[in-house]
């Protein structure tokens, strides 16, 4: 895989004492440790994953921190229990040490009473699939497109190379939603006939590995919930009614999301519209982490389902998610991702960026390869309730056209130019 990561150019080691990237195994997380090896900005490569690594770091931790250089990337760092304490006591002792760690589940969330122990010490960062910025050899547009975003700049005509993120045609965007952005997928090492597999594999792994140490649940039951999510992508989740369809508890289902959420298989966003004191993840927008996987569950399920535009547009939405999501931690500033609803008239808007200042990007997303004014209703609806600074219709066709006030339809192409 020689594709470079929007993130890579924040990993330097001069940061913070500890940064921690987390994201789903297969992603490419190890590859990326290991290029900043390789490239001389960290020192050492140490992996957990490596039995004797683990073992001798088990069996004194202290004294295998100390041996380690300045400059140590510990991969798969959710393996050791109590190393984020351990190192909260060293780079407090030795400055100038530096450490990254990878996870390929949440690092470092409890301790000392439950409290984060690198807290002011760390800065976390998530590597997700590949996007279609990274595909394309474009990783650096990933800092800018949510500025772009503010700004309107995104709607100004380029000459500069566009990225070929799929066909016009929606009918033919499945390969694109079928391979979807983990890397074995994404760049084709894994034939298209072999994709469906490829993924149950995957899953079935992601369910069954010992991630964190002493965890224990009922693998064949967290894939039952996480079908049941990953089947409607994009829906907005109810975990009454979930629980109700799946014959369980629905405090079950929610430690099963739970489970789902550390090991970076789902995407939840808030509503914007609810209270942020009443915000929880029930009535979040649930997405796929990656549309590979809600591709595969509903072929498995029903594959004449796959020809239906409503489900293809809901897959579309979860892709453009996954390209939208992973710029907000690069952008210069404190922005969030939420989705709007309002419950007394059902209006919707399927992503909505928020920012520190009070501003607002809205984002449709059609599966169509045209767009007008009936597609801009919820982004409407929104505007009269908060402040709208711009709207975009995000569609597979291939003009720019304003809509309305503030309201722009958007090629996607054109929103992952560089």
């Known amino acids: 895989m020689d594709v470079r990561r929007g993130i890579e150019p924040f990993l330097l080691p ?18 990326v440790a290991r290029h900043l090896v390789d490239q001389g900005v960290w020192e050492r490569f140490e992996s ?13 931790m202290p004294g295998w921190l100390m041996s380690l250089p300045d400059h140590t990337v510990i991969d798969e760092a959710q393996l050791l229990p ?68 503010f700004e309107g700049d995104i709607l100004a005509d380029t000459t500069s190379d566009t990225p070929t993120v799929g066909p016009s045609d929606s009918t033919k965007w499945r390969t694109t939603l079928q391979r979807g952005g983990f890397p074995l997928l994404a760049l084709g090492t894994v034939p298209t006939r072999q994709a469906a597999q490829w993924v149950r594999d995957t899953v079935s792994s992601l369910l069954s ?23 409607v992508p994009g829906d907005i989740l109810n975990i ?8 369980l508890d629905p405090r079950t289902v929610d430690r099963y999301l739970d489970v789902m959420d550390e090991r970076f298989l789902l995407l939840f966003l808030p509503n914007l519209a609810t209270n942020p004191t009443r915000q929880t993840r029930a009535r979040s927008k649930v997405h796929p982490v990656d549309s590979a996987f809600a591709y595969e569950s509903i072929q498995r399920a029903d594959p004449d389902a796959l020809r239906n535009p409503a489900v293809i547009g809901h897959l579309f939405e979860s892709w453009v998610a996954a390209q939208i999501l992973p710029c907000l931690q690069l952008h210069d500033g404190i ?72 309201i722009w339809a958007l090629p996607v192409p054109r929103l992952m130019t560089s």
């Open 48 to 60: 957990l994953a490596d039995p004797d690594t683990a073992a001798v770091a088990a069996n004194d």
């Open 209 to 231: 590995d010992n991630l964190l140490p002493g965890e224990r649940f009922d693998s064949g039951l967290a894939r039952r919930v996480l079908d049941a999510c990953l089947r």
């Open 240 to 247: 009454a009614a979930l629980g109700q369809r799946l014959g």
């Open 335 to 406: 922005v969030e991702a939420f989705y709007w609803r309002d419950a007394k008239t059902d209006r919707e808007v399927d992503i909505v960026v928020a920012d520190s200042e009070g501003r607002h990007i809205g984002v449709e997303v059609k599966a169509s390869t045209q767009v007008g004014v009936n597609d801009t209703v919820g982004l409407q609806a929104m505007a009269r309730r908060l402040p709208l600074t711009m709207g975009y219709v995000v569609y597979t066709g291939d003009r720019v056209a304003r809509l309305a006030d503030r």
């Open 82 to 149: 109590d190393l984020s304490l351990r190192l909260k006591a060293l780079v407090d002792q030795q400055p100038k040490r530096r450490f990254l760690l990878t996870g390929s589940a949440h690092l470092a969330r409890t301790g000392l009473g439950g409290v984060d122990p690198l807290t002011g010490r760390v800065r976390r960062w998530r590597l997700n699939p590949l996007t279609a910025f990274e595909l394309s050899g474009h990783p650096s547009a990933m800092g800018t497109l949510i500025g772009r975003l």
């Open 14 to 31: 001069s940061a913070r004492p500890v940064l921690i990237v987390e994201g789903p195994r297969t992603c490419g997380k190890t590859y």
